[in-house]
């Protein structure tokens, strides 16, 4: 499976932004997605995760109301609807894929994810 991030940016405060991911391979129905992000000398955080199924989303206490991820499996894509940014938001987003699990309880950790996009730079400032 590989991963193509795309959308980043730069925007200012209370902007909206859409991050998308394309995977490619014929198997992207029985992939759970999640995006993470990173800032320099942070962990690696969970932004927002759903399962292979769609029927469960979850997101990172930061971003609940304001981010929204989805997918699309006609089009191997996952994207992050990302509403009312602040500067805090500024990071690098990741994408990440891995096969099957629970179809209703997203993973949300990093290590349960097996393959990662490159990475898209969103930066928020006036």
């Known amino acids: 499976v590989q991963l193509q991030a795309s959308g980043g940016g730069l925007v200012q405060p209370g902007d909206s932004l859409t991050l998308s991911c394309k995977a490619s391979?014929?198997?992207?129905?029985?992939?759970?997605l999640a995006w993470f992000r990173q800032t320099q000398g942070k962990e690696r955080e969970l932004v927002a995760a759903?399962?292979?199924?769609?029927?469960?989303?979850d997101y990172g206490d930061s971003v609940k109301g304001r981010f929204t991820i989805s997918r699309d499996n006609a089009k191997n894509m996952v994207t992050l609807q990302m509403t009312n940014l602040t500067p805090e938001d500024t990071a690098v987003y990741y994408c990440?894929?891995?096969?099957?699990?629970?179809?209703?309880?997203?993973?949300?950790?990093?290590?349960?994810?097996?393959?990662w996009g490159q990475g898209t730079l969103v930066t928020v400032s006036s």
């Open positions: 759903i399962t292979w199924s769609g029927g469960g989303t």
């Open positions: 990440a894929a891995a096969r099957g699990g629970s179809d209703y309880a997203p993973r949300k950790n990093a290590y349960e994810y097996d393959y």
């Open positions: 391979g014929p198997t992207f129905v029985t992939l759970a």
